[in-house]
């Protein structure tokens, strides 16, 4: 596609809940990455994808955190037992390679409630 | 400390002036620098990326890099209330194999007409 595209971009769900945010990248890009955006902070790594496989998830908060690229294009973001601590906006990019810069998409703000 | 610092502002520039952002980094390994625009409600977007040690221009924008210092900067020229936003800096290392990008939390940027 042209873009990075992100579903849904509002998510409001029950504290315990699972959750389930898409990425779709850009056509082509191999490089995939997750980041957490909280309210006057700057984007926070949590998982970097190199094709179909997780590179460094050194940035997940916690075993509750899992995300998969199985075809090394879409990737989903997976949360469990979701807490309020967890809402945020999730941002997906990808980039062509791994030292250019990104594109983002528009985010999914997960509020836990 | 930080990886990425920058002052959170708000930066208050009158329309037609030039503004300028700075932002410091700590790990002397960072290869790749970056900046990115965000609006209110919206997601990053890549504006400048930098390498080398001087001076890059783009338009009315200027990124300047000082590795010695461990100092990035963003000249924005001829400043436009549309160019009010929120400045992301970001720096890249190189680590497992790959550029992991810290951002910093951003300066915010108000062009007054």
């Known amino acids: 596609g042209a873009g990075v595209s992100q579903t849904p971009s509002n998510k409001v769900t029950e504290k315990g809940k699972y959750v389930e945010l898409r990425c779709d990248p850009i056509?082509?890009?191999?490089?995939l990455y997750w980041y957490r955006q909280s309210l006057g902070q700057g984007p926070e790594f949590l998982i970097y994808?190199?094709?179909?496989?997780?590179?460094?998830d050194s940035g997940l908060p916690n075993d509750r955190f899992f995300a998969v690229r199985p075809e090394g294009s879409v990737s989903t973001l997976k949360i469990q037992r979701t807490e309020r601590g967890d809402s945020a906006v999730y941002l997906c990019a990808s980039s062509l390679q791994d030292n250019y810069g990104y594109t983002f998409g528009s985010g999914t703000r997960l509020t836990v409630v | 400390q930080k990886e990425v610092e920058q002052n959170s502002g708000p930066l208050s520039v009158p329309e037609g002036a030039i503004a300028s952002l700075n932002c410091t980094y700590s790990?002397?390994?960072?290869?790749?620098f970056f900046w990115y625009r965000q609006y209110s409600g919206k997601s990053p977007e890549l504006i400048m990326s930098i390498y080398s040690n001087g001076d890059k221009e783009d338009g009315r924008f200027t990124a300047q890099l000082n590795k010695a210092s461990q100092y990035v900067s963003l000249l924005i020229r001829d400043s436009q209330p549309s160019d009010s936003a929120t400045y992301l800096c970001?720096?890249?290392?190189?680590?497992?194999?790959?550029?992991?990008?810290?951002f910093g939390t951003g300066t915010k940027l108000q062009v007054i007409p």
């Open positions: 970001a720096a890249g290392v190189y680590s497992g194999g790959y550029q992991k990008v810290t």
């Open positions: 790990d002397r390994g960072s290869q790749s």
């Open positions: 994808f190199q094709g179909t496989g997780a590179a460094d």
């Open positions: 056509s082509g890009h191999t490089a």
